[in-house]
């Protein structure tokens, strides 16, 4: 289907009734039908890619290759010598010491070793009774002293780019590995390189720094960018990795390929801070490549995670203070048809500790030894300048100020430098998700998930795929490209790679034909989530119609006004904004509001009626709600998530019996360590869909349960105390204004809701209702409010455990670090959160 152009800038200043006259009387575009084009799949829409692996073959397989390949690498021919490659030198015998004497010599980290020396000094209980020359004695051996503990600290930090046959024997050993591991090779886009070969040799000239910015999924994030920038002849760059796979033997290897150790978290440990900005500040001003994942840590949902700014910070400082002129910013997607770790993810969502990471252990793992873990396919968006970013922001910010903002004003604006910060976070993520490409497990598993049938028959498989690539197109999407394989083709080597995630029946002739279904959906919906950046507007449009279609009724019952399905999808946008990354452009959620109700009616999903009520088109009823159900079963499982992440927050409502000597004790406030809080929260929300009132099992993990709090926190709806430090561990309390109440009356509370006694009532109680609407009407699940009285008292359940597991109660929230000590109150006494039991 041919889409008409995205909707005018100017169309979308008119008012509301004046874009949906424009939607509803426009001719729908041109529809061609599917088997004009043949399979879908195979539509020509994307540049070949090139598969970098396929000159590395397995010596049992070809052993004369295998050797001559060797051979060819062992001597350095072609790419293989890796003599003249686009940037700055980086592979030559005291690289390290030189790069350290510079990090140690900057300006910026000799001022902050001076300050904490002057500090350290001045706090002294010695200081006024010692002569000038005491004192300056004394600061010298501080300044000394940091000097040496900076020294160590740069030398466990800075990477050890020394030798160029290193480099080339690691690059053989990984692409061997990568071989085997993804026996479908490693692909990259043709055009995409040769633009970032362009880029990079502009960058060269200007002694200038490329930043590659990619998405982290897996492990093997970190060896395909530097597999890739050897193959092409592009200056590897220093990437930045967690201390934690800083081990024997693999982690010096890692090191000397590139890798520049930091911790995990540093708090307020202000000289490791200055160190960081040192290192990051001489790379980027000799315009050395730079590597940083934008989300922090491992996506374990399969989507991308919101962006960390701790890293981006130091870079974005350095470009807005001029300390170096400009960089190229890199966005890098990594597509996996399989991700290795993704059952250890799923442990580790549901609540198990996690393990201390070890890339032996993922070698070794059995996916790994099975060599049928598919393809990567890593994809490039087009290169950027950042000052050149820098100063779009600042245009752009100039109608809310009397001038244009300079690059001086956002270095003394906090809230300026913050804006634009974000700003370039969220683009990043934005254009990784416009340069990112479908998988075919990525397909299958969208469409075993949005189905309402127990399975689906090969052939019905078959046609959902390729109905499901149309869409993806339409929405300005990729799919991953498999050459001249037909749909089938493509969907079996899917099915190969999924291996146990998708079970089969019938293929022994006891059906008419084989049977597919999701066996593991909670595995299958990190596959299906890597296509939910392209729907999730119109997901949430349907969602919202939903809310009028689930209450039953004929078509006329069913139709929704306007205004009414704004202001709802307005609401879940909202909610939502902490879990998907939308699409930008001008106009923001109104505007993709709008594109979507267009999308939607030029497919015939829904029709709009003069008095600007929408509804869903006879046309999709007839085709069984295909379209609608499509997006609908996309977004059910997060809003099952968020619902039940608010319905968990009755737990903290305080009891009676926490205050035996409190005259108002009903109106205390009940704090808990949110680590304490998550763990009983899983526990009730893995008995809430044991017990039918929860759908989808995935909306009880982890990520989604933070996400959601940090939403809560936001609204208001939650009070975290955090300390500065990190050594204490943060807790949680509801907000006061939004604290239920707990009936007097036993007999009336078991009258409501078993044996709970609190009042199904309040802000909190409005605001689960709120959110019920939007889940999915299941089984016993009619009548939302009675859902919420059920869970309600499961709920309560939880506060009794939380009780048993000694959290204490307080009337103020402030940790010992901060401005005032933590009061407890007179029922307990004690360390907050308390042992386990």
Known sequence: MARRNHLDVDLLRQDDSAILEYIRTGPLPDVTSE????????????????NLTSDFTHFRDAPYTFLRNMGKHLVGTTYRSYENYVGRDILYAGFTEEMKARVLRNELLRNKIASLADR???????????????????????????????????????????????????????????????????????EEIVKLKEIAMIAAKKNQSLIFLPCHRSHIDYVCMQAICFRVGISVP???????LNMAVIGPALNRLGAMWMRRSFGDDQLYSALIQAYIDTLLAGGYNFECFIEGGRSRLGKLLPPKFGILKFIFDTVLSGRTEDCWIVPVSTQYDRVIETESYISELLGSEKKKETLRDFFNAREVLSLKMGRVDVRFHDPWSLRGFINAQLEKLAPDALRV????????????????????????LSDI??????????LIGTVLLTLRGRGVGHSEL????????????????????????????????????????VGSSGGDGSLLEKTFYAEDRFQLSFYRNMVMHLFVSDSIVAVAMYTKIKQGGG?????????????????????????????????????????SVQLLRDQGVISISEDGCVELSSEERS?????????????????DGYWFAAASLFALTPMASDFPDEADSINETLWVEVKEFLEVAQVLGKTVYAQGDLSYFEAVNKEVLRSAFKEFEAEGIIVVRRSKSGRLPAIMSLSPEWLPRRYDDDAKARSFSRASRIRPEGRLWDYVEHVSIFRREGKNRRDSASVSMRVLALADDAGRKLKQRRIQTVEDAKHPEGDALVKVSRATRGRIGGPKL
């Open 120 to 190: 350290s000094v001045k706090e002294s209980p010695v200081w006024m009774r010692m002569s000038r020359l005491e004192q300056e004695d004394r600061r010298q051996l501080v300044v000394e002293w940091l000097e040496a503990v900076t020294s160590r600290l740069a030398d466990g930090m800075i990477c050890k780019f020394e030798s160029k046959k290193f480099i080339r024997l690691a690059y053989y050993i990984v692409m061997q590995i990568l071989g085997r591991t993804y026996n479908q090779g490693l692909h990259v886009n043709a």
């Open 238 to 244: 220093t990437v930045v990795a967690g201390d934690n």
């Open 405 to 428: 903002p300079t690059f001086a004003d956002a270095v003394v604006n906090a809230d300026l430098r913050t804006r634009i910060l974000r700003s370039l976070g969220y683009q990043v």
């Open 35 to 50: 088997d004009d084009h043949g399979s879908p799949y195979s539509l020509e829409t994307e540049p070949p890619t090139r």
């Open 623 to 639: 085709r069984g709600r295909e379209f609608f159900d499509f997006y609908c079963f996309l977004l059910w499982p997060f809003c």
């Open 555 to 595: 078509p006329s019952m069913q139709r929704v006004p306007v205004k009414y399905l704004f202001e709802q999808c307005l609401w879940l946008s909202k909610l939502l904004a902490g879990e998907f990354v939308y699409i930008q452009q001008p106009g923001g959620i109104r505007a993709n509001f709008w594109e």
């Open 433 to 442: 998700n416009k340069a990112s490409v479908v998988m075919p497990t990525a």
């Open 462 to 501: 078959i046609r959902r795929v390729d109905w499901l690539c149309i869409r993806i197109r339409e929405r300005g999407g990729r799919v991953a490209d498999f050459g001249k394989l037909s749909t089938v083709q493509v969907v079996d080597r899917g099915l190969e790679v999924l291996g146990n995630l």
